[in-house]
């Protein structure tokens, strides 16, 4: 079975760092794609991370860009976001996605005091 399990996020002082996990089941997170989206209250989902399924390609629009890395462990078969320099306007609840199967994770609350 196709599974996306998030863990990590939390509460953390603007300006510290975080790093969200995705643990993978049902396929290698190391063979396909995974995207990191977030969502703040009264907004849209947007794509802040895109890792292809080679690992060759890296993608990261604003308005985190600069702010994080992507990657991924074969051994664990989990993805990470990791995430420095925090602001307040990143608080949202963060998701990772795997857009081959279509698969959410369950969101993780991330929430950034000033």
């Known amino acids: 079975q196709l599974q996306l399990k998030q863990s990590g996020g939390g509460l953390v002082h603007a300006g510290g760092s975080l790093t969200l996990s995705c643990a993978v089941s049902?396929?290698?997170?190391?063979?396909?794609?995974m995207g990191w989206y977030r969502q703040a209250p009264g907004k849209e989902r947007e794509l802040v991370a895109f890792i292809s399924g080679s690992g060759d390609r890296t993608n990261f629009p604003n308005p985190m860009k600069g702010r994080l890395t992507i990657s991924r462990d074969a051994a664990n078969n989990t993805g990470y976001l990791q995430m420095a320099s925090l602001k307040a306007e990143d608080t949202a609840v963060y998701y990772c996605?795997?857009?081959?199967?279509?698969?959410w994770g369950q969101g993780t609350q991330v929430t950034v005091s000033a």
């Open positions: 996605y795997e857009p081959t199967v279509g698969r």
């Open positions: 049902g396929f290698s997170v190391t063979t396909y794609p």
